[in-house]
């Protein structure tokens, strides 16, 4: 499978504006707020978005390149729904950036026997750093490791069900939260329905269904492109909570080809790197970098100094050109 720049190596590997590219270029790097049932795997809803894509792409662009794959924000199980960000094309070369920020769940806790007095006052105690070990299903290494618990909200309790509302760490697992839960209350629980209603930076007001989205392929196949912009956003919109590096379009080509990002090219800092320590090397902050015309490039770590003379401000991480 060619891309555009296979076609033509000689091509300006620089995309247009996000606002001014056409519906093959929004497609080839975008991001769809999905909205997941319940019924499929996150596989099989990434395959079926890829699918719908291709189909589109080559209606619209016989001879144009095709995306390979898409890839979403962290897997969610087949009866669990809500917010699941899909980067399609180039962009999912990006995909690290959703392990960046936090996620906010709706669960239902099915208590083993009537919720005790304090079962709020014991709810708040998860709040913070907790130790959990990866259940037995899962797909990395079930070693015991830390995770932070930003907030657990109780939303309503009756006698053997609580409602939560839950914001935490990317990797945390909920599951594994309810049950332990459910073991400090004193009446054992489990988790009932859950449903993702967050994912950095993307919240549950811009969700889309799959029949949303194969709605604005299929008017967008025929000539009309005002709900596939709605639906499919250009994917600096997943990067939007990172750190931003503005850096001059002659940079921008040479980070293109593998280089960093040297100090003469870079125009402008976030706020929140400007008042950053000098960077150690432990904790280099995960950044993004544009052109001025708001173009992502490349995700890279803010190592030094933008006001030198010299030396490597951003060390490479992801190119997205």
């Excluded at 707020?33 to 809803?45: F, T, W």
């Excluded at 079962?119 to 070693?143: L, N």
Aim: some cysteine; glycine content about 8%.
């Amino acid at each position: 499978m060619t891309t555009d720049r296979d076609a033509d190596p000689d091509m300006d590997p620089l995309r247009p504006a996000p606002s001014e590219r056409s519906v093959p270029e929004l497609l080839r790097f975008g991001v769809v707020n999905v909205d997941k049932p319940a019924g499929p795997s996150s596989h099989q809803l990434s395959a079926w978005v890829r699918d719908a894509i291709n189909d589109t792409l080559e209606t619209l662009e016989p001879d144009g390149a095709r995306i390979d794959g898409v890839a979403h924000a962290g897997t969610l199980d087949p009866k669990v729904t809500g917010c699941l960000p899909t980067l399609t094309g180039t962009a999912t070369r990006a995909a690290q950036v959703f392990l960046e920020g936090s996620k906010e769940y709706v669960s239902v806790l099915e208590l083993h026997g009537p919720a005790p007095a304090d079962f709020r006052e014991v709810a708040a105690e998860f709040e913070g750093e907790i130790y959990q070990k990866p259940p037995r299903k899962s797909a990395v290494t079930r070693r015991l490791r830390t995770r932070t618990v930003h907030s657990l909200d109780v939303l309503e309790l009756a006698e053997r069900r609580a409602l939560l509302r839950i914001g935490c760490e990317s990797g945390t697992y909920v599951r594994k939260l309810c049950h332990d839960l459910g073991l400090a209350a004193g009446v054992g629980a489990h988790m009932g329905h859950l449903r993702r209603t967050a994912t950095d930076p993307f919240d549950d007001t811009t969700l889309h269904t799959l029949e949303d989205l194969t709605d604005a392929l299929a008017w967008a196949a025929e000539g009309d492109e005002a709900l596939l912009r709605e639906v499919v956003r250009p994917a600096e919109d997943a990067l939007v909570h990172l750190p931003a590096v503005t850096i001059a379009p002659s940079a921008a080509c040479s980070v293109a080809t593998g280089a960093p990002v040297y100090a003469p090219g870079v125009i402008d800092v976030d706020d929140r790197l400007a008042s950053e320590d000098e960077p150690d090397g432990d904790d280099d902050p995960l950044v993004a970098c544009y052109t001025p015309n708001g173009t992502a490039i490349c995700l890279g770590r803010f190592v030094g100094d933008p006001d030198a003379e010299s030396g490597t401000v951003v060390a490479l991480e992801r190119v997205l050109v």
